[in-house]
């Protein structure tokens, strides 16, 4: 099973707001990543949690909060944020066992849209 | 430093016939090279992956992509198109040393009945 799930599918917030994105896994995969994607763009790296620390922050603004409270769960708090931040967010997890050879797993992203 | 060039941001071809989605690579290093799809308002679905088993990759509904050293190029190939192929595929390298992806900027790729 290669499954990575995410809630919500879609969420419609204003920029008052505060929510939160939700993923799992259940490969025993020790790697967890959250993306950004925008229309007709390649996925942008936001996050990289390995054996749940996080070892990538690619200078995302604090708006975005990624919290990783056990190797299968992998959450993103959102606050405050700004209309361009509407995008498709995907998550993905990967072995995390070779940093040469591992590959990732995406899900089927949550479509975020900001008012 | 990797990078990955995708040579056509669109592809069209005709239901039946063959598929070809260029991507060249650079890499001070034998890297791992994969392919993904993505199907409108969908998540990144892995067709195939080279990590320096096999040069000749088969992927999942009858794709495959071949590395070429020489010619630094990981293009992915299929004999014929369904109308299922059409999407947005994207060729990714790792990045050295980390869990990184450096993504292609992506093709899409239109079926014609």
């Known amino acids: 099973d290669t499954e990575v799930t995410q809630t919500p599918k879609h969420l419609v917030m204003g920029m008052t707001n505060k929510k939160s994105l939700k993923c799992e896994q259940h490969?025993?995969?020790?790697?967890m990543y959250w993306y950004k994607q925008k229309a007709k763009k390649p996925p942008e790296l936001m996050f990289v949690?390995?054996?749940?620390?996080?070892?990538i922050n690619e200078s995302v603004p604090s708006r975005f909060s990624p919290e990783c409270p056990n190797s299968s769960l992998l959450n993103l708090h959102l606050h405050a944020l700004q209309p361009e931040d509407s995008a498709l967010y995907l998550c993905a997890s990967s072995p995390g066992t070779s940093v040469a050879w591992d590959t990732q797993y995406f899900g089927p992203g949550t479509r975020l849209t900001v008012l | 430093a990797q990078s990955v060039t995708q040579l056509d941001s669109h592809v069209s071809v005709s239901e039946g016939t063959p598929v070809l989605l260029r991507c060249n690579y650079s890499s001070s290093y034998s890297p791992s090279l994969f392919w993904y799809v993505q199907h409108p308002n969908k998540g990144l679905q892995l067709l195939l992956k080279y990590t320096s088993a096999a040069t000749l990759v088969k992927g999942i509904n009858g794709f495959e992509a071949e590395f070429k050293k020489s010619e630094t190029s990981f293009h992915l190939t299929k004999p014929s198109a369904h109308m299922s192929d059409a999407a947005e595929y994207f060729c990714?390298?790792?990045?050295?040393?980390?869990?990184?992806?450096?993504f292609g900027t992506g093709t899409r790729l239109k079926v014609l009945a």
């Open positions: 490969m025993g995969h020790r790697a």
């Open positions: 990714v390298v790792s990045e050295e040393g980390t869990y990184k992806y450096i």
């Open positions: 949690y390995s054996y749940e620390k996080l070892s």
